[in-house]
Protein backbone atom coordinates (compact mmCIF):
# COMPACT_ATOMS: atom_id res chain seq x y z
CA UNK A 1 0.00 0.00 0.00
CA UNK A 2 1.20 3.37 -0.76
CA UNK A 3 2.57 5.91 1.92
CA UNK A 4 -0.96 8.35 0.33
CA UNK A 5 -3.00 4.86 0.72
CA UNK A 6 -1.83 4.47 4.13
CA UNK A 7 -2.85 7.88 5.31
CA UNK A 8 -6.13 7.75 3.74
CA UNK A 9 -6.67 4.23 5.32
CA UNK A 10 -5.56 6.58 8.76
CA UNK A 11 -7.72 9.60 8.37
CA UNK A 12 -10.76 7.02 7.43
CA UNK A 13 -9.94 5.27 10.89
CA UNK A 14 -9.78 8.57 12.44
CA UNK A 15 -13.03 9.64 11.62
CA UNK A 16 -15.00 6.46 11.88
CA UNK A 17 -13.05 6.32 15.72
CA UNK A 18 -15.00 9.90 15.98
CA UNK A 19 -18.39 8.73 14.34
CA UNK A 20 -18.03 5.80 16.78
CA UNK A 21 -16.42 6.49 20.11
CA UNK A 22 -17.81 4.04 22.74
CA UNK A 23 -14.71 4.37 24.96
CA UNK A 24 -12.93 2.36 22.87
CA UNK A 25 -8.95 2.92 22.18
CA UNK A 26 -8.25 3.55 18.23
CA UNK A 27 -5.59 1.46 18.67
CA UNK A 28 -7.57 -1.68 18.98
CA UNK A 29 -9.10 -0.25 15.27
CA UNK A 30 -5.80 0.52 13.67
CA UNK A 31 -5.01 -1.93 10.55
CA UNK A 32 -1.83 -3.78 10.80
CA UNK A 33 -0.50 -2.93 7.80
CA UNK A 34 -0.38 0.71 8.35
CA UNK A 35 2.65 0.22 10.68
CA UNK A 36 4.97 -0.62 7.92
CA UNK A 37 8.64 -0.58 8.86
CA UNK A 38 9.06 3.24 9.15
CA UNK A 39 6.16 3.40 11.43
CA UNK A 40 7.04 0.18 13.12
CA UNK A 41 5.28 -0.25 16.46
CA UNK A 42 7.20 -1.90 18.91
CA UNK A 43 6.59 -5.48 19.97
CA UNK A 44 4.27 -5.80 23.25
CA UNK A 45 6.90 -6.26 26.30
CA UNK A 46 10.08 -4.45 24.47
CA UNK A 47 9.05 -0.53 25.14
CA UNK A 48 8.71 1.43 28.52
CA UNK A 49 5.91 1.25 29.97
CA UNK A 50 5.01 4.68 30.66
CA UNK A 51 4.48 5.34 26.55
CA UNK A 52 1.66 2.93 26.33
CA UNK A 53 0.27 4.62 30.30
CA UNK A 54 0.82 8.19 28.14
CA UNK A 55 -0.92 7.12 24.96
CA UNK A 56 -3.93 5.47 27.06
CA UNK A 57 -4.25 8.24 29.55
CA UNK A 58 -4.21 10.52 26.07
CA UNK A 59 -6.94 8.46 24.26
CA UNK A 60 -9.13 9.32 27.44
CA UNK A 61 -8.94 12.78 26.92
CA UNK A 62 -10.01 12.29 23.05
CA UNK A 63 -6.73 12.38 21.03
CA UNK A 64 -6.66 9.64 18.32
CA UNK A 65 -3.39 7.79 18.44
CA UNK A 66 -1.51 7.86 14.97
CA UNK A 67 1.66 6.74 15.69
CA UNK A 68 4.02 4.95 18.40
CA UNK A 69 8.33 5.48 18.54
CA UNK A 70 8.59 7.44 15.39
CA UNK A 71 12.07 7.05 14.44
CA UNK A 72 14.52 8.12 11.85
CA UNK A 73 18.05 9.66 11.42
CA UNK A 74 17.31 12.61 13.37
CA UNK A 75 15.56 11.59 16.40
CA UNK A 76 12.65 9.30 17.56
CA UNK A 77 8.93 10.80 18.78
CA UNK A 78 7.26 8.80 21.44
CA UNK A 79 3.92 9.55 20.26
CA UNK A 80 1.96 11.22 17.22
CA UNK A 81 -1.56 11.85 17.73
CA UNK A 82 -4.29 14.19 16.38
CA UNK A 83 -6.77 16.82 18.09
CA UNK A 84 -9.26 17.02 15.82
CA UNK A 85 -7.08 18.92 12.63
CA UNK A 86 -4.22 19.47 14.94
CA UNK A 87 -0.74 17.01 15.17
CA UNK A 88 0.42 16.40 18.38
CA UNK A 89 4.13 15.30 18.62
CA UNK A 90 4.39 13.76 23.01
CA UNK A 91 7.36 13.20 24.26
CA UNK A 92 6.99 10.84 27.82
CA UNK A 93 9.01 11.18 30.58
CA UNK A 94 9.04 9.28 33.60
CA UNK A 95 10.42 9.31 37.14
CA UNK A 96 9.63 6.98 40.03
CA UNK A 97 9.74 10.28 41.97
CA UNK A 98 10.53 13.93 41.73
CA UNK A 99 13.70 13.52 43.99
CA UNK A 100 16.25 14.68 41.48
CA UNK A 101 13.68 16.90 39.52
CA UNK A 102 10.19 16.56 37.49
CA UNK A 103 10.58 14.48 35.04
CA UNK A 104 9.17 17.22 32.18
CA UNK A 105 12.08 18.92 33.29
CA UNK A 106 14.46 16.67 31.30
CA UNK A 107 13.01 18.04 28.04
CA UNK A 108 15.71 20.40 27.71
CA UNK A 109 16.26 22.96 24.64
CA UNK A 110 18.84 20.62 23.17
CA UNK A 111 15.89 17.53 23.31
CA UNK A 112 13.41 20.45 21.78
CA UNK A 113 15.43 20.60 18.82
CA UNK A 114 16.22 17.19 18.48
CA UNK A 115 11.85 16.59 18.59
CA UNK A 116 11.75 19.47 15.99
CA UNK A 117 13.66 18.26 13.50
CA UNK A 118 12.08 14.76 14.06
CA UNK A 119 8.69 16.15 13.48
CA UNK A 120 9.63 18.41 10.77
CA UNK A 121 11.43 14.92 9.14
CA UNK A 122 7.82 13.14 9.63
CA UNK A 123 5.78 16.59 8.03
CA UNK A 124 8.20 15.97 4.72
CA UNK A 125 7.18 11.98 4.91
CA UNK A 126 3.60 13.03 5.05
CA UNK A 127 2.69 15.35 2.28
CA UNK A 128 -0.99 15.45 3.15
CA UNK A 129 -0.34 16.05 7.18
CA UNK A 130 1.70 19.22 6.07
CA UNK A 131 -1.34 21.47 6.19
CA UNK A 132 -2.71 20.62 9.40
CA UNK A 133 -1.85 22.83 12.68
CA UNK A 134 1.03 21.17 15.35
CA UNK A 135 2.46 20.93 18.77
CA UNK A 136 4.64 19.38 20.98
CA UNK A 137 2.83 18.22 24.33
CA UNK A 138 4.71 16.71 27.31
CA UNK A 139 3.54 13.57 29.04
CA UNK A 140 5.08 13.61 32.52
CA UNK A 141 4.72 10.49 34.74
CA UNK A 142 5.69 9.70 38.22
CA UNK A 143 5.24 6.42 40.46
CA UNK A 144 4.98 2.76 39.56
CA UNK A 145 3.48 1.14 36.20
CA UNK A 146 0.65 0.25 38.84
CA UNK A 147 0.09 3.62 40.57
CA UNK A 148 1.25 6.51 37.72
CA UNK A 149 0.61 9.68 38.47
CA UNK A 150 0.22 11.88 34.53
CA UNK A 151 0.36 15.15 33.97
CA UNK A 152 -0.06 16.68 30.43
CA UNK A 153 1.70 19.74 29.23
CA UNK A 154 0.39 20.90 26.57
CA UNK A 155 2.33 23.45 23.68
CA UNK A 156 5.08 22.45 26.04
CA UNK A 157 7.47 24.52 23.70
CA UNK A 158 6.76 26.02 20.17
Known sequence: MSRSGLIDKALELY???????HGGFLTRQVDK???NSR????PPGSHHWSEDIAAEFLQRQGLVL????????????????????????????QRRDSQFGR???????????????????????????????????VVAITGSPHA???????NAFH
Not at 15 to 21: A, K, V
Not at 69 to 85: A, K, V
Request: charged fraction near 30%; include cysteine.
Open 15 to 21: RHHLDNT
Open 33 to 35: RLC
Open 39 to 42: YKRR
Open 66 to 93: LVTNYRNRTGEIDLIMSDDQTLVFVEVK
Open 103 to 137: PEESVDIAKQAKLRRTAASYLQRNDRLQSWACRFD
Open 148 to 154: PVCRWIQ
